[in-house]
């Protein structure tokens, strides 16, 4: 019989008297042997990265965010740009991102701002429709136009981060114009570069598709007679 009163309650998993008293000591052990085969271990390629975002840029969650879009965009290679399509639709590159990211400000109170904002100078510039509907779609056109105008700074200064450690290649495609803007009707590209690729893994894991076969290949054995 066991010394322990505690070790007779019926607390355990199985109901066996001595796992009421070794559950707990069970379950921190599991948590100390799972953390030391991590740090014992090599780090895993998305954990290198976000390593080196951490040093690397002054916002790594948002650094990170544009890293995974433009590796769900991206070909075999790692580059994407300068048009993404979604459906019907054609964007450029950047106006994809920074569609993308938008939502992630959606609850800021700056937001929210900025549609009240938004409805007033409509009001006062004599542009917003009486149709309650017309009006709210006008409204999310007109935010969305200037946020996407914000989010393109943002974009550019998480890019030029990246672009400094390595992570991203850019450069542009299309018409070289007599413009006050060196990208004037030139579209950005990016290609994801060094510990960045580890975010194609994924394309690369792919198989190839099984090869076709011709349906009518003759049979070995098969004999005609006239």
């Not at 070909?75 to 019907?88: I, M």
């Not at 017309?134 to 935010?143: G, H, I, K, Q, T």
């Not at 495609?173 to 579209?187: I, S, Y």
Request: glycine share 8%.
């Amino acid at each position: 019989m066991l010394p322990f009163a505690v070790g007779w309650a019926r607390k355990g998993f199985t109901e066996i008297p001595l796992c009421a008293l070794l559950n707990h000591e069970m379950f921190q052990s599991a948590i100390l042997l799972g953390s030391s085969s991590l740090n014992s271990g090599s780090p895993s390629p998305v954990s290198s990265l976000l390593d080196c975002l951490a040093q690397a840029s002054t916002r790594p969650r948002y650094a990170f965010m544009v890293l995974s879009l433009i590796a769900e965009v991206a070909d075999a290679g790692g580059e994407a740009g300068p048009f993404v399509r979604r459906g019907n639709k054609q964007f450029t590159l950047r106006d994809f991102l920074c569609d993308s990211l938008a939502p992630m400000g959606r609850r800021d109170p700056r937001r929210v701002a900025l549609a009240e904002r938004v409805k007033s100078d409509l009001i006062l510039e004599d542009r917003m429709p009486v149709d309650p509907v017309a009006a709210a779609a006008l409204v999310e056109d007109e935010v969305r136009d200037r946020v996407r105008a914000s989010g393109k700074t943002n974009l550019s200064r998480a890019v030029s981060e990246l672009v400094g450690a390595g992570l991203l290649k850019r450069y542009y495609k299309g018409f070289a114009v007599d413009h006050e803007n060196r990208g004037g009707q030139r579209h950005a590209v990016y290609v994801l570069q060094g510990m960045a690729r580890c975010l194609l893994s994924h394309r690369m894991a792919t198989p190839p598709p099984p090869r076709q076969l011709p349906r009518n290949l003759p049979r070995q054995g098969e004999l005609l007679f006239g």
